[in-house]
């Protein structure tokens, strides 16, 4: 191919030749433009001015355009979206990788383990079922306000509120029973001085016992309650009932070792009391509770007062020589306490003689004898 060159021109001419080179004058330099076998002007890099053609100009264009094979690194991606919500969808179990041979290692639904006596690695025997009785050899703890309850409503509870705790029965009675034959049921407190002490003891058979600060205050047993210290009320004290008979209070006597007995006797209608010579007197009312009698009575004999009260005694004698009123606290030995008659008088006296005592009237002659008894 032979190409034609031509002299530098000032603008190039109308019609181009083939093959040819054109120098163009432009400022203090030229441009060079090249031509094909057809007389146009194709691209150089030297003789190409700056220009632009709209899309639509361009003819010949493919109808696509395939990449070659290229990456771009996740930096070179501009106007990425900050997160990507995946549209709902579904994957067969071929689309996720390995979970066809993870669900090979599985136990059928019908199959049985390898160990089937072992949960998260703890046997069986370890958990609690509702239908099998258990020893419990590790602490349970149940936090604040959550109850342990008993029986088929519920109706027997256990809880601690953080400050105070409880236990609740809602139906029929609630028992504490000691069925170890001889053992004490016991409750009680620790102090301040971090020292437990009983305040009840209960042993089945024998006694029920309070107790403060240890020591033993009131038990009860076969024949009754004994209180130890005092008995204080700040009302009335009922002792006896309706249809019971007799009611009594006993007191020890330390000068006779022996117990005195104060109470009230159904029998008199009256109070009585028993004297520390053991004679029982009537207490209170003086002589309301008696009338005057007209027993057989004889001078020169002895009688004995056994009524439980004092009584007065009027006698009326008459002859030369008086009559002594005598009392005695054994019988023979006599004292006398008052004289009625003498020297051919009649002459009459009154006496008192205390519950227990002998009395008599020595010589004379009896002409009335009354007792207030």
């Known amino acids: 191919m032979n190409v034609g060159f031509h002299k530098v021109v000032s603008a190039l001419p109308g019609t181009l030749e083939a093959d040819s080179v054109y120098y163009v004058r432009v ?42 094979s290229h990456t771009h690194a996740w930096s070179q991606v501009t106007g990425k979206p900050s997160t990507y919500a995946p549209s709902s969808h579904t994957h067969s179990i071929a689309n996720v990788t390995g979970l066809q041979s993870a669900l090979d290692g599985k136990l059928a639904t019908s199959g049985v383990a390898a160990n089937s006596n072992q949960l998260g690695g703890v046997a069986a025997s370890s958990y609690m079922r509702p ?12 936090q604040d306000n959550h109850e342990l309850r008993f029986g088929n409503s519920a109706d027997m509870r256990l809880r601690h509120n953080g400050s105070h705790s409880y236990i609740e029965n809602y ?63 700040d009302d009335r004290m ?19 070792n022996t117990w005195r ?35 057989s009575r004889n001078f020169n004999t002895t009688y004995q007062n ?6 007065m005694i009027t006698v009326a004698a008459g002859d030369r020589s008086a009559s002594d009123f005598q009392v005695s606290t054994n019988g023979s030995s006599w004292s006398s306490r008052g004289r009625a008659g003498g020297n051919s008088h009649v002459g009459s006296h009154s006496f008192i003689v205390p519950d227990g005592l002998y009395y008599r009237m020595s010589g004379g002659t009896k002409i009335m004898w009354h007792e207030l008894r």
């Not at 094909?36 to 100009?57: L, M, Q, R, T």
């Not at 239908?131 to 149940?142: H, P």
Request: aromatic content about 12%.
């Open 306 to 311: 056994t009524t439980g009260r004092p009584i």
């Open 131 to 142: 239908t099998v009785g258990y020893n419990i050899t590790a602490t349970w703890e149940f």
């Open 238 to 256: 009922y002792i006896g009932k309706n249809g019971g008979g007799d009611s009594w209070l006993d007191f020890y006597d330390d000068n006779t």
């Open 261 to 295: 007995t104060f109470g009230w006797d159904d029998s008199r209608n009256e109070f009585m009391l028993e004297e520390n010579n053991g004679n029982w007197v009537a207490v209170g009312g003086g002589f309301s509770k008696q009338t005057w009698q007209t027993p």
């Open 171 to 233: 139906t029929g009675n609630l028992h504490i029973i000691g069925r170890s034959h001889g053992g004490e049921v016991k409750i009680g407190g620790e102090k301040s001085d971090g020292v437990y002490r009983d305040g009840f003891i209960y042993q089945d058979g024998l006694y029920c016992r309070l107790l403060y600060d240890g020591a033993e205050k009131m038990r009860t047993d076969g024949s009754g309650v004994t209180v130890y210290g005092r008995l204080h009320a």
């Open 27 to 68: 400022g203090a330099g030229v441009d060079m433009y090249v031509t094909n076998s057809s007389g146009e002007i194709v691209a150089y890099g030297s003789n190409v001015p700056a220009h632009s053609h709209a899309w639509s100009d361009i003819t010949g264009k493919p109808s696509t355009f395939n990449p070659s």
